[in-house]
């Protein structure tokens, strides 16, 4: 059997496919997988071929009969599909946690294996990127009574245990990756050292492969295995390899001149060598740690920077989702415990890179997942329950130094002085600016050198006569912060005050000894300042607490909901992930990068702050190694379910309504991780990877092996509650098993908004490990429809309490299908709504073909059309780079859809990257689609009428010039015909239950796209509610690849 | 557990009304004494696609209607499917049809009934027929087990009625959502009917009670309906030649 299409908006943005007359003979990277189950999840349906799937608390053991039998078996049936397409060059076979091959197919290579049915789905792969320590003190544990405690202390806080880091390679001479301490303690790679790690566990597999600059004595007892997958990134040839790049396991070169860093910092984070010294601007900042300082590290590096011009580094770093199954499936037979993947995607449980996770799970590996830079949009990544989504939260570490005035009083502030400023004279910059400088710019301190808008030409701001040995207040604002101090260094300066400006402090190193204080005390220095005779003097930087309460979910973590499944909760729990420091890559140029690979290169390590959800993951992969290390038999869902239960809330973020305030389970999902909580969570829900089965059948998307039923989304056992309609009410079952020595007695209580929320039984009495069930039945009382309403569900016992997130909301009236997709001429569907009230219901229907136009557009100016803001702005005034279209929307339209489709571009690989937005009647963003590459659709369903623009975004042309494009687009109203489509109704409905439609066409035409819509009415009132758009293709279609949001890249703007 | 059914009776002759009652009485002929089966697979009869209230089907010697069990016997309204057997016309991301059968079936939809009768004969006995539940959920979870029933309220020729209920309640709820098979049995079985009304209940989550006619869940999927002719020789083969042309005509209205 076929995998069944996706359902709602997921499936309209992944099924639709450009109609295209002529066969493409251009090769193009897919992944097909099988029909049959890759070894990490066959449990043995097969008569004579035993099960491979390992028992929980096992390993993996490729050597044994049952699994070579069954990877000969995969191997035939693998061959005889392969043979298929026997010209297509392969450049993986999987078999462990997906079972398919990668490959480069033709068009019409695509049709002959979707038309297969040992095929399962023919996927193509698009390219994703990575979502850019003092915080295991903030996470507790080093407590006494802490989880590196309860582990035998930090020098054993890991042993025994391999985390995978799946990401951009590994910078092997960090100390992080040491396996020998000197005579103080201290990690070294010096062979006077003592040996600090043994082999490693008698488990592992892997192995150390060498490569450019990277040899087999890279690795070590610590650094366990590196290996690189280059493979389907290779096989493109569009892309060229950047000079930074190394091709091996070495992470590639960073700074301002290239990319790397990433899977350093990432790495060291999740299991970086405990007292490690890290120095970040030359500033020793102390040691840093990572989370399990004794687990051993493999680095699978799938990450790769290639030319691009759009880039001032002239190059981009892109991860290709065959080399990332590759990766997995290595590092899942390697023996690793645990995956980081600190890299987008995973929009749909059918992604592959997810489905590779579901296997890698299935076999008793934890994955921790970013959830995405996005936010504070609604944009969550890695939607699927198997793993665990990280959003990022902030820390309260600061560097600070005192400022101490002469009246006696001290002010402290973020600081990176390294050597105490003895007192000196103060000015504040006002009273120091040049006679006839500009009032703000002397407030500011500009620099010689700084120009900017309204700033054409450089000039001070600072008069040295005035200025010359003293400590000048400056504000923050306009010119970057170090500008600030170099102006005051230019005066003759020694030292800045920076008033902050309500952003939050930083702390880094200035061209003078600077202090960055908060808006009040600011104030009040100034005010000291401007008095008489004023002085001050300051403290070198320690390490301490900011003012600043945290944690605080980072506005840039991608909120919830899930997108995919309403039913389901993501992201699943906060981590660090602003202002990280742990090891990355050193800025090199070509000749030192040419040392680095013939072995003359001094040994180099560099450390530095990093932000973004990739920063949180490794938090989370960590702990996750040392959970597992103290419960060798908990599944990967036990381990997350304790981590959630656990977790603390947030404090609030500066969003103080709405669905994407940080505190919302759409932003710290369960909460801040609270890994000593987590150690002895009491109960925990767990889910067996047959229940995975039963959610996916559930979905309509699991073709195989549904004999075992289907479970809604929101009754998968997991901790937390996600309800996406409930229409009448809903009863949610949750399976608890009690992980501790003793018996427990729970009362559960739920609380919801707007809900009633009935939990059964009242009482739940469980035994060490056994298992206990409960219900919560959910009943709207006064919820708002389509309004997320949030809430939990707590189970307080004698000695634990265990929490899980709740949130639900309710539908109107009607609730249809948004997408129905049949690639067929002539066809009927019946498909079923949900219906709020007893009465009849009207439909309003159309169909016509999507018509195609040419068109070209001009390379836009990047900073002209990075955000909503500043495209709705490009297409109000047509600037250069956005074409815009008019388009009437009549009275009663149905739908009005516009696509843009990579195929239609000039390169057709995915090199152009076109987006797509929409301006209402009145000039609004009302749509936008800014996905990387061309593929982008914008649709509104029932428009008002109206002259809307259509605005297509030359965001990144291969020639820097412009792309031809074609946009398809359809406006359906009642007066489209096509194919005589039709809709069948029944004769009444009822409130709180469910109706049977019917739409139907025939006589279309072969080789178009046509999209049909059925609006349905309240019968009597005529109040519109839910439309079903319907996608005909019937042009053989081939399937699009995942869209992937353009990454943003989380960086300081330094200002 | 307590199977309590409230049903409202299927309003009888919607079927006859439709056709002319006195044609009907005509209908009572010469035929042919052997057993028949309704396969729904007669493609110059009908095709797959909508069934709308009133449409007619024949085959075998039998008339089956489709009519929803409301004021003007929803007639235009979407009563039904001619499902094809693998379910490829039923969204899976809605609904669950049986799909384990080739050829087609119907799908009575929306609290709809089906109303039989002998265009050959006067008399016939239901033996057996093929059934299962159709949801309006994609998720197996979300339905009770038993999931519902198909009764059959036949309309015995001298007059008076027999109900048979069939439930699905197979103890895996997948296969309540396949095309399987019931035989009648005891009175109903040896009863000959003039007419049958076959419609169907949808249990209810909370509780298990049962209803036809209140919720637009009642549905199911139904094929292979076996049944015996009763030998009565008799009057005018004719008159059925008149009934097949009015199902031609109808047929070509709603498809039209």
Redesign the interface.
Known sequence: MKMRPLSAAVALLLASIVASAQADDLRRPYIVQLADKPVASYEGDIAGLPATKPEPGQRLELSSNAVVQYSDYLAQKQESVKAVVANAPVSYNYSVVLNGFAAMLTDDEVRALQARTDVASVTPDTPRSVDTTYTSHFLGLDKEDGLWAKLGGRDAAGEGVVVGIVDTGVWPENPAYADRVDGNGKPTFDNSGTLAYDAPPSTWKGNCVSGEGFTTASCNNKLIGAQYFDATFKSLPQYTTHWSEFRSPRDSIGGNLGHGGHGTHTSSTAAGNAGVESIVSGVNLGPVSGMAPRARIAMYKVCWTYNDVTDPTGGKNSCFSGDSVAAIEKAVTDGVNVINFSIGGGSTVTDIVEQAFLHASNAGVFVSASAGNDGPANTVAHISPWQATVAASTHNRELQSDVLLGDGRKFTGASMITTPLPSAPMITSEQAALSGADATAATLCYSKSWVGTGWPVAKQTLDPAKVAGKIVTCTRGTNDRLDKSKAVAEAGGVGMVEIDNGVGLVAEVHAVPTVHVNVTDGALIKAYAAGQNPTAAMTKFVTGTSAVKAPVVASFSSRGPNRYDGNQLKPDLAAPGVDIIAGVTPEMNAAQRANVVNGTAAPVSVWASYQGTSMAAPHVAGIAALLHQQHPTWTPAMIKSALMTTATDTFPDAITSGDTRGVLPFGQGAGHINPNGAMDPGLVFDIAPLDYQRYLCGLGVSGANCSAGQIAGYNLNLPSISVGNVLGSTVVTRKVTNVSSEAETYTPTAALTGYSAVVSPTSLTVAPGATATFTVTLTRTNAAFNTWQYGSVTLKGSKHTVRIPMVAQSGTPFIAPGLISVPKTAATKSYSIQTGFTGTVKALTGMKEITRSDDVVAQAVVSTVNSTAAVQTACRNAIAGVKVTSVTVPAGTLVAQWELFDRDTDAGTGQTDLDLALLNPAGNLVAYSGNNGSNELVSLTAPAAGTYKVCVVGYATPNKVSSNYKLSSAVVTTADKAGNFRVGLPSQVYAGSTATLAAGWSGLATGKRFLGAAQLQQGTTGVIGATTLFQVETNNPIPLGEPVQRTVVQQDSGI | MIRTSHSVPAQRGSLQKFLGAALLAAAAAAAPAQAGVITFDDPNNYG???V??GDLYQEDGYAIGFF?N?L?D?IG???G?M?DGEGA???????I?PANKSGIYF?A??DSYLDMVSVATPGFKIKSFDAGF?G???????YPNPVGLVRLLGYKVGGGTVTQDFWFDNT???KNFQLNTFNTSGAFANTVLSEVAIYGFACN?VNTSCQAF????G?FGIDNIVTTDVPEPATAAIVGLGLLGVAAARRRKTKA
């Open positions: 797959p696609g909508m709308l209230g929803a409301v003007g929803g309204d979407l009563v499917m499902y016309s039923c969204d899976a991301s809605s609904q049809c799908g939809l929306n159709i309006s959920y994609s998720s197996l979870s979300s895996t709820q997948a989550t209140a919720t637009d869940r549905q």
